[in-house]
């Protein structure tokens, strides 16, 4: 899976905005925290769901399936604004 073409980021104030450009049908933006941001940023090379997860474990010290539940939710809303190629 992949961030669609379409989509940019942002980072300003300590937080990930991500906007939809011409190519893309969201007409709004996205705030992200450290979490979100971090898998979004994940997202913007081709990479698996078990690739994210595995680097969400290395990176914050949180368990298995509090690190799952974040990235569902997250992918859950990108699916939700049709931002990711899967």
């Known amino acids: 899976m992949k ?3 379409g989509f940019v980021t942002h ?6 905005i991500m906007v939809a450009t011409g ?12 979490t979100a941001a971090f898998i979004v ?3 913007k090379e081709e990479t698996t769901y078990e690739q994210i997860l595995d680097a969400m ?5 949180v ?3 509090v690190a799952e539940a974040d990235l ?3 992918l859950g809303k990108l699916r939700s604004v049709n931002a990711l190629d899967e």
Not at 11 to 16: I, K, L, P, T
Not at 23 to 34: K, V
């Open 41 to 43: 940023d994940c997202l």
């Open 57 to 61: 474990l290395a990176k914050y010290d």
């Open 11 to 16: 980072e300003m104030g300590g937080e990930q």
């Open 3 to 5: 961030l669609k073409a």
């Open 23 to 34: 190519e893309a049908s969201f007409p709004g933006l996205i705030r992200s925290n450290a």
């Open 63 to 65: 368990t298995r399936d």
């Open 72 to 74: 569902n939710k997250v």
